[in-house]
């Protein structure tokens, strides 16, 4: 994909990781929107790129996620990416983490990144990306993270059976496997605390290897072994 003239979709984009990709794309000349839930902070990185299509939304109404895809593809005139940045996490050991929370965990971290790419998929031509964020856990699930992990997991499964069904299309399919990343996500957990944590991967290395994939038509970004993160094609 061709950053500079791109159209590209940011839910998510409130948080720390979706704010600094928003503002990276932009700074490289896409046309973003930008979609997240707290609206001040909305408002904040839509100036920050320049007046970008803004739009604020609730995770837990999927119809909704899928109506700001529609939305974004009129604001800027059709749709090249959507790059889903949303997410939750819960710590415990899974007796201590009631119904409530996991199906949190799964709406947030699975269903919602489903229905933004699920609803933009019609609307991406060749050479267009949908993406989302998963993680190291979705691989690896540690001691007290199982429902947080199975979250991931149902994504980035979805994602690899979505990757095969779009072969033929031309559409890039791109699963973000990310380590623990310095955003300060794990302090809102929705429940417990979390484990002691390795330094996290600043949050601005993080963004420019996920602007580098989109560039490359990658489909995955991992944790490398020569360098912090790697991009596969």
Same mark, same amino acid.
């Given at each position: 994909?061709?950053?500079?003239?791109?159209?590209?979709?940011?839910?998510?984009?409130?948080?720390?990781?979706?704010?600094?990709?928003? @503002?990276?794309?932009?700074? #490289?000349?896409?046309?973003?929107?930008?979609?997240?839930?707290?609206?001040?902070?909305?408002?904040?990185?839509? #100036?920050?790129?320049?007046?970008?299509?803004?739009?604020?939304?609730?995770? =837990?109404?999927?119809? #909704?996620?899928?109506?700001?895809?529609?939305?974004?593809?009129?604001?800027?005139?059709?749709?090249?990416?959507?790059?889903?940045?949303?997410?939750?996490?819960?710590? *415990?050991?899974?007796?201590?983490?009631?119904? +409530?929370?996991?199906?949190?965990?799964?709406?947030?971290?699975?269903?919602?990144?489903? +229905?933004?790419?699920?609803?933009? @998929?019609?609307?991406?031509?060749?050479?267009?990306?949908?993406?989302?964020?998963? *993680?190291?856990?979705?691989?690896?699930?540690?001691?007290?993270?199982?429902? =947080?992990?199975?979250?991931?997991?149902?994504?980035?499964?979805?994602?690899?059976?979505?990757?095969?069904? #779009?072969?033929?299309?031309?559409?890039?399919?791109?699963?973000?496997? @990310?380590?623990?990343?310095?955003?300060?996500?794990?302090?809102?957990?929705?429940?417990?605390?979390?484990?002691?944590?390795?330094?996290?991967?600043?949050?601005?290395?993080?963004?420019?290897?996920?602007?580098?994939?989109?560039?490359?038509?990658?489909?995955?970004?991992?944790?490398?072994?020569?360098?912090?993160?790697?991009?596969?094609?």
């Amino acid at each position: 994909m061709r950053i500079s003239c791109a159209r590209i979709l940011v839910p998510g984009a409130t948080g720390a990781l979706g704010a600094a990709l928003a @503002l990276r794309l932009h700074e #490289q000349g896409a046309a973003v929107a930008v979609a997240g839930r707290d609206r001040a902070s909305l408002a904040r990185v839509s #100036q920050a790129c320049g007046g970008a299509p803004a739009c604020a939304f609730d995770a =837990y109404d999927l119809e #909704q996620c899928a109506r700001t895809v529609t939305w974004a593809s009129l604001e800027l005139g059709g749709l090249d990416g959507v790059v889903v940045c949303v997410g939750s996490a819960a710590f *415990g050991p899974p007796e201590s983490v009631s119904d +409530a929370v996991a199906e949190h965990l799964l709406t947030v971290n699975a269903l919602t990144p489903m +229905a933004f790419l699920r609803a933009a @998929l019609p609307l991406i031509r060749p050479g267009g990306v949908i993406a989302a964020i998963t *993680g190291v856990v979705a691989d690896s699930p540690p001691a007290g993270m199982a429902d =947080y992990s199975a979250s991931k997991a149902a994504l980035a499964t979805w994602l690899r059976a979505v990757r095969r069904e #779009q072969r033929a299309s031309g559409v890039t399919v791109l699963e973000i496997r @990310l380590p623990h990343v310095d955003t300060g996500f794990a302090s809102r957990a929705v429940l417990g605390t979390p484990p002691v944590l390795p330094a996290g991967l600043p949050v601005a290395e993080a963004a420019d290897a996920i602007v580098a994939a989109l560039a490359a038509g990658a489909r995955l970004v991992k944790p490398g072994r020569d360098a912090t993160l790697d991009v596969e094609r």
